[in-house]
Nanobody
Framework: QVQLVESGGGQVQAGGSLRLSCTATGYTSTVGCMAWFRQSPGKDREKVATIDTGDSSTYVDSVKGRFTISRDNAKNLLYLQMDNLKPDDTAMYYC????????????????WGQGTQVTVSS
């Protein structure tokens, strides 16, 4: 089993920045692809960014150029640097981990954190 705990959320004004962190504990050697998802009330969950074991990353179009995903395997940490935040970025952000090394489009995310709230005011 792997446990994921997110931190770093909060409330910021539009144009501001936040850095989310996700700490993995347990059998972390099994963790492959990792991702950040977000969900706001009334909307479907959205995959924001992914990073595989080779540090290749992908982003949803709406955050490209503003968000950066990274991981520190030695410390079992996943990050999401969010710059130039917009009100539409307001959501609960979740960290997720897969047992697969590559972040294929339909890869299963086996482990999930509890989420951290990000609120961006205009």
């Amino acid at each position: 089993q792997v446990q994921l705990v997110e931190s770093g959320g909060g409330q910021v004004q539009a144009g501001g920045s936040l850095r989310l962190s996700c700490t993995a504990t347990g059998y972390t050697s099994t963790v492959g692809c990792m991702a950040w998802f977000r969900q706001s009330p009334g909307k479907d969950r959205e995959k924001v960014a992914t990073i595989d074991t080779g540090d290749s990353s992908t982003y949803v179009d709406s955050v490209k150029g503003r968000f950066t995903i990274s991981r520190d395997n030695a410390k079992n940490l996943l990050y999401l640097q969010m710059d130039n935040l917009k009100p539409d970025d307001t959501a609960m952000y979740y960290c997720a981990a897969s047992l697969h090394g590559r972040c294929l489009p339909y890869v299963k995310y086996t482990y999930w954190g509890q989420g951290t709230q990000v609120t961006v005011s205009s």
